[in-house]
C-alpha cells in the first residue's frame, strides 16, 4: 500500500491561498491518477480535484477556477494550490491514489 503525507495547510484570511503537497511514497508513481478530496466538519467527504498520469485535470465545480492540481513525478509529489480561499473551502483534504491508500489528512482553516 502507498504512503501518502499530506503537508501545506493552516490558517488564511478569506481571499487568501494556500499550496498543498502530498508526497507518496512509491516508484511508480508517475503512472498513478492522484486525487484531492477533503471533508468539512458535519459534512461527507467530497471529490475536489484529480490529475492523470498523463497530465489531464478535473475539479469540482465549487473549486473551479480556483484550485489548480499539478504533480512532480521526480518528487513524487501532487499539489494543489487553492487560491481565492472562501470560508466554505474550510475542511480536512485528503490525499489518494486512486484506490485504498489515503493520507493522513491536512486542516485547512478561511476564516478572518
Known amino acids: 500500500q502507498v504512503q501518502l503525507v499530506e503537508s501545506g495547510g493552516g490558517l488564511v484570511q478569506p481571499g487568501g491561498s494556500l499550496r498543498l503537497s502530498c508526497a507518496a511514497s512509491t516508484t511508480i508513481f508517475s503512472l498513478y491518477t492522484m486525487r484531492w478530496f477533503r471533508q468539512a466538519p458535519g459534512k461527507q467527504r467530497e471529490f475536489v480535484a484529480y490529475i492523470t498520469s498523463g497530465g489531464n485535470t478535473n475539479y469540482a465545480d465549487s473549486v473551479k477556477g480556483r484550485f489548480t492540481i499539478s504533480r512532480d513525478n521526480a518528487k513524487n509529489t501532487v499539489y494543489l494550490q487553492m487560491n481565492s480561499l472562501k470560508p466554505d473551502d474550510t475542511a480536512v483534504y485528503y490525499c489518494?491514489?486512486?484506490?485504498?491508500?489515503w493520507g493522513q489528512g491536512i486542516q485547512v482553516t478561511v476564516s478572518s
Open positions: 489518494n491514489d486512486n484506490g485504498n491508500s
